[in-house]
């Protein structure tokens, strides 16, 4: 659970980041930001490395196929690493996008009285999740405007030379 905490901090700290955020301070918010949320999918693969029989059985419960897990796992371990290292980033938060949400769909889909979690607990789980894929959509936002800063002072500094 603090890890999840940890990685909405994370996109907090990316959303607070703005253009005047010092390229020169040794962990900008959007650094921290990148790095928590990354975490966030490592942390989380592992838990389900740890727990597997049950994640297994739970995946079952709800009617999924558990064959997916070690893709599911896979997929967290190296897009979470990539996002956090800042390799590839938007590459990289696609899959953690897709799998997020279809796996909070299909784990926490069911509010009804019979589903293997109480619809409190999956209600709470919606509202963390939502908030991660927040967190994965503000900071592709704020790579896109950074690289598009970065090509326009680029741009610019080669209009200067060529004149």
């Keep these: 659970e603090w890890v999840v905490h940890l990685a909405i901090v994370g996109g ?3 959303l607070a980041a703005n ?3 010092n390229p020169s301070a040794a962990l900008p918010p959007p650094l921290v930001g990148r790095v928590l949320v990354g975490l966030y999918f490592i942390v989380n693969a592992s838990w389900q490395i740890y727990y597997y029989d049950i994640r297994v059985e739970h995946i079952e419960q709800v009617g999924g196929n558990p064959a997916v897990l070690p893709v599911i796992i896979s997929l967290q371990i190296a897009c979470g ?3 956090a290292l800042g390799i590839k980033p938007l590459l990289s938060s696609i899959p953690l996008m ?3 949400t279809l796996s909070t769909i ?3 889909g069911d509010l009804s009285d019979d589903a293997p979690y109480p619809a409190n607990l999956q209600v709470h789980q919606w509202f963390v999740k939502g908030a991660i894929l927040a967190s994965l959509i503000m900071i592709l936002g704020k ?3 950074s690289r598009k800063q970065v090509l326009a002072t680029e741009s610019e500094n080669s209009s200067k030379i060529a004149i």
Excluded: P
């Design 98 to 100: 897709i799998v997020i």
């Design 12 to 14: 907090l700290l990316f």
């Design 81 to 83: 690493a990539m996002f």
């Design 19 to 21: 253009q005047t955020t």
């Design 143 to 145: 790579q896109r405007e």
């Design 106 to 108: 299909a784990v926490h």
